[in-house]
């Protein structure tokens, strides 16, 4: 059996006196595998996808990613392997206010020397951004705006494409249709879910949204 692509073990944190916050004895998911993870406000769930990226880092237990252990890894290590291997979905988005919206779609992508082997030149890492960005009702004019004259919403599918460009192992994707209306939140996380299942991305879903298992192999409920 091949080892697991996301595999967690003896991993606890806290913050600072609180009562444990995240305790897990063993958590893996597979290379591929699609999984919802619920929870009320304050459980842990965003920590958990930032100990997962390598953003923090838990002082007890380990966190692995394709056999990584990402402690072991110097903070600039960790930056370079997570634009490597993960795309994310931020809940506060991260684009880069004074760039358009296409090129913040671009911009992880060519930050990283793996994702961007993808595509022959720049312009076929472009059309290729367009492509998912239409298929989100982003359209050419759309795009080449500034990205803060986009609605919040219009801001949430950029940064979806962005995460989905050159094909990660792993997509971690935070509340990621909370600002969209009920049909482009369907045709969101459609995109994710499909464009993940072609191009064999890994999906951890982050929502409150507990109908949205029905997308995914698996839904893992947390518990304060």
């Not at 192992?169 to 909370?178: C, F, K, R």
């Not at 969209?180 to 499909?194: F, G, N, W």
């Amino acid at each position: 059996m091949s080892a697991a692509l996301v595999d967690l073990e003896g991993l606890k944190f806290s913050w600072g006196a609180k009562e444990t916050l995240i305790d897990l004895p063993r958590w893996q998911v597979q290379a591929g595998e699609q999984l919802l993870i619920s929870g009320p406000s304050g459980c842990g769930k965003s920590t958990l996808l930032a100990l997962i990226a390598g953003i923090m880092v838990a002082p007890k237990g380990s966190v692995k990613l394709l056999g990584v252990d990402l402690a072991s890894l110097t903070a600039a290590h960790r930056d370079r392997f997570r634009a490597d291997h993960i795309g994310i979905v931020f809940q506060q988005f991260n684009l880069i206010p004074y760039l358009s919206a296409l090129d913040n779609m671009v911009l992880a992508c060519r930050l990283s020397s793996r994702r961007s082997q993808s595509f022959s030149t720049v312009n076929s890492m472009r059309d290729a951004a367009r492509k998912l960005a239409n298929d989100l009702d982003l359209d050419a004019k759309a795009i080449a705006r500034p990205v803060t004259q986009l609605s919040i919403g219009q801001q949430q599918r950029v940064a979806a494409v962005r995460a989905l460009l050159g094909e990660p192992e792993l997509l971690l994707a935070d509340e990621p249709s909370s600002a969209l209306d009920a049909k482009r939140e369907s045709q969101l996380i459609d995109l994710l879910t499909r464009q993940c299942r072609r191009q064999g991305t890994a999906l951890i879903l982050v929502s409150h949204h507990q109908a949205l298992e029905k997308h995914v192999d698996r839904h893992w409920r947390m518990s304060l």
